[in-house]
């Protein structure tokens, strides 16, 4: 965990926080969805937020678009294999969040987030500028897209997706990074509604190399949202 001072006109100080899931210790994505909402509830009392790096326990999540033909099994199926189905308020569509993924939620104003209380698309480009930039140090050719493919790609498939809500001013949801690929990655659904395949931007699962994909995300943030002058490690 740690505390950061971002130099930005519209920043207070707030803390970024790594979660992952392990057999030990679940973090699934309701943990993750009550906990961004607390933070949420600080941040609209002039509390500071919070930069939320986290990697779940396997959870089919449905946007508000979500729909039943977005599933290629049953719900039962998904269960078996250990796969929980949590509906969320976010924007899009179903999609996949497991080990071996990144998902980043910056719990903070919109407003300071983009310098502009309405700037939703401004937020979305920024998510998907930072999964380029991410994207960008694997490997050799990615893309921005948008549209019914909004995310970001490489020549294999999408490998990073975007889905917000607002929250009476403060930022809900984010960001989602593919880093190695599992037996349960995007099982039994069509991500995000689409055909197309999905890609990862590690070959294998490498904790070492996964660690520091968590690490170029965090970076990355930081660079599109503000410009620290201050890292406090904490732990």
């Not at 609209?44 to 326990?57: D, F, I, R, T």
């Amino acid at each position: 965990m740690k505390d950061t001072i971002p130099e930005s006109p519209h920043s207070s100080i707030f803390r970024v926080e790594v979660y992952r899931s392990s057999p030990q210790k679940l973090w699934t994505y309701e943990q993750l969805d009550h906990y961004q909402r607390k933070i949420a509830e600080r941040v609209q009392k002039g509390e500071p937020g919070a930069l939320l790096l986290s990697e779940l326990a396997p959870v089919i999540t449905l946007g508000r678009r979500a729909e039943l033909a977005h599933f290629l099994v049953s719900q039962d199926d998904l269960l078996q294999k250990g796969i929980e189905v949590y509906p969320t308020d976010r924007g899009g569509l179903a999609t996949f969040h497991g080990p071996g993924q990144w998902v980043l939620f910056p719990v903070l104003s919109l407003e300071e987030l983009t310098g502009d209380s309405r700037g939703v698309r401004a937020l979305v480009d920024q998510l998907l500028q930072i999964a380029y930039e991410v994207g960008s140090q694997y490997l050799s050719r990615v893309e921005v897209r948008g549209g019914v493919e909004q995310g970001v790609w490489s020549e294999c498939g999408k490998f990073a997706a975007v889905g917000v809500h607002i929250d009476r001013g403060v930022v809900l949801h984010g960001l989602s990074i593919n880093g190695f690929k599992i037996p349960e990655s995007f099982y039994g659904i069509k991500p995000c509604g689409l055909d197309s395949p999905v890609s990862y931007l590690l070959e294998q699962p490498d904790e070492k190399e996964f660690e520091k994909l968590g690490a170029d995300i965090l970076e990355a943030a930081q660079r599109a949202f503000f410009r620290p002058k201050s890292l406090i490690n904490l732990c």
